[in-house]
């Protein structure tokens, strides 16, 4: 990336970027910040969906004005997901790039250890289960994110203060928690078992809270997650109804930077595809007026993406996340997969 545009240091900042359909750079391309001030964008985010590289917000694929507050001192860049030449930054000032998790706090910055409930921690196969942070609080300042690993994949693709998930395969799930603190630390993680039992699907809610927690390591915390677990945040208790949104494909194979998803979705609206892998984003798709049924839909891969296959030596594992936004106006669905990666 090139040198970053200077850019003033006010309450907020303004991204401008294209209300059509060619691509165009981002004005400011590179903006600085104080920590929890604002960047809005103005565009067509339904012709240049936008996508924060470190998952910091969900992909945005409409709408025309969007506002986002960030935390965490250090860079943050983003892309769009259309067009590989629309590339950014915003640039958080008050410290370097916030050190890899687990690492210790600087002298002075305590961290609490994190604990969360579930709705149900003996759900049905498609059931959703709605998990939520107890009342801790940071003791030394704020909490600026909640983690979640809600697969046992041991990444923690999920943000949010309240989350949901539905499980499509029975067996034992290792649900993780932790925080990202106003100085950009990590907390502990703490982890509680889900154990999932087959089931007609579609129920929502349950009885029960958490079980004991137990820390990363300890016996017991690391179960093994089947593939293909899937995340379906928005949905409604169908019963034996078929699910608003559904992932078919359970492994991509990249030729010449493209892969194919297979897909089903119950209404007509837009579409959003990202494949992560340990806050790496690997490949994005968009489409902005599908018709509901099955559907294929072509990923490609970033430059981040294809570096990180490379690495991996061209096997990997990864999550993908699939948003739909009916043009009906009802709410959004979410669901995420872990596919097998090769490329």
Same mark, same amino acid.
């Given at each position: 990336?090139?040198?970053?545009?200077?850019?003033?240091?006010?309450?907020?900042?303004?991204?401008?970027?294209?209300?059509?359909?060619?691509?165009?750079?981002?004005?400011?391309?590179?903006?600085?910040?104080?920590?929890?001030?604002?960047?809005?964008?103005?565009?067509?985010?339904?012709?240049?969906?936008?996508?924060?590289?470190?998952?910091?917000?969900?992909?945005?694929?409409?709408?025309?004005?969007?506002?986002?507050?960030?935390?965490?001192?250090?860079?943050?860049?983003?892309?769009?997901?259309?067009?590989?030449?629309?590339?950014?930054?915003?640039?958080?000032?008050?410290?370097?790039?916030?050190?890899?998790?687990?690492?210790?706090?600087?002298?002075?910055?305590?961290?609490?250890?994190?604990?969360?409930?579930?709705?149900?921690?003996?759900?049905?196969?498609?059931?959703?289960?709605?998990?939520?942070?107890?009342?801790?609080?940071?003791?030394?300042?704020?909490?600026?994110?909640?983690?979640?690993?809600?697969?046992?994949?041991?990444?923690?693709?999920?943000?949010?203060?309240?989350?949901?998930?539905?499980?499509?395969?029975?067996?034992?799930?290792?649900?993780?928690?932790?925080?990202?603190?106003?100085?950009?630390?990590?907390?502990?993680?703490?982890?509680?078992?889900?154990?999932?039992?087959?089931?007609?699907?579609?129920?929502?809610?349950?009885?029960?809270?958490?079980?004991?927690?137990?820390?990363?390591?300890?016996?017991?915390?690391?179960?093994?997650?089947?593939?293909?677990?899937?995340?379906?945040? $928005?949905?409604?208790?169908?019963?034996?109804?078929?699910?608003?949104?559904?992932?078919?494909?359970?492994?991509?194979?990249?030729?010449?930077?493209?892969?194919?998803?297979?897909?089903?979705?119950?209404?007509?609206?837009?579409?959003?595809?990202?494949?992560?892998?340990?806050?790496?984003?690997?490949?994005?798709?968009?489409?902005?007026?599908?018709?509901?049924?099955?559907?294929?839909?072509?990923?490609?891969?970033?430059?981040?993406?294809?570096?990180?296959?490379?690495?991996?030596? $061209?096997?990997?594992?990864?999550?993908?996340?699939?948003?739909?936004?009916?043009?009906?106006?009802?709410?959004?669905?979410?669901?995420?997969?872990?596919?097998?990666?090769?490329?």
């Amino acid at each position: 990336m090139g040198v970053a545009c200077a850019g003033a240091r006010a309450a907020d900042q303004t991204i401008t970027f294209p209300t059509g359909t060619a691509a165009a750079p981002y004005t400011p391309a590179n903006v600085t910040i104080n920590p929890g001030e604002r960047v809005t964008f103005n565009g067509a985010f339904a012709n240049h969906p936008l996508v924060w590289d470190g998952g910091d917000f969900p992909t945005q694929g409409s709408g025309s004005s969007m506002a986002f507050t960030l935390s965490t001192p250090g860079v943050h860049t983003f892309h769009c997901a259309i067009h590989a030449s629309m590339v950014g930054s915003v640039t958080v000032s008050g410290g370097t790039t916030p050190p890899p998790p687990g690492s210790p706090p600087p002298a002075g910055d305590r961290l609490a250890t994190p604990d969360f409930t579930s709705s149900a921690t003996q759900p049905q196969t498609g059931q959703v289960v709605t998990f939520t942070p107890t009342g801790f609080t940071d003791p030394d300042g704020s909490i600026a994110r909640y983690e979640w690993d809600l697969d046992g994949n041991g990444s923690f693709e999920t943000t949010g203060s309240s989350v949901t998930h539905h499980y499509d395969t029975p067996g034992s799930y290792a649900v993780a928690l932790r925080y990202v603190d106003d100085r950009g630390q990590t907390s502990s993680a703490t982890t509680h078992a889900i154990t999932v039992v087959r089931g007609t699907g579609g129920a929502s809610g349950g009885t029960g809270g958490s079980g004991a927690p137990t820390q990363p390591g300890a016996p017991g915390s690391s179960p093994s997650s089947p593939a293909g677990g899937t995340q379906g945040a $928005g949905t409604s208790g169908d019963g034996a109804r078929a699910p608003r949104l559904s992932v078919a494909t359970r492994a991509l194979a990249f030729h010449n930077n493209k892969a194919s998803v297979k897909l089903t979705v119950k209404r007509a609206g837009a579409l959003s595809l990202t494949l992560k892998r340990a806050g790496t984003t690997l490949a994005t798709a968009h489409a902005s007026a599908t018709r509901a049924g099955t559907k294929t839909i072509t990923l490609r891969l970033t430059r981040a993406g294809a570096r990180a296959l490379r690495r991996a030596h $061209g096997r990997t594992h990864a999550t993908l996340t699939v948003v739909a936004r009916p043009k009906d106006g009802t709410a959004a669905t979410t669901v995420r997969r872990t596919l097998s990666v090769k490329g």
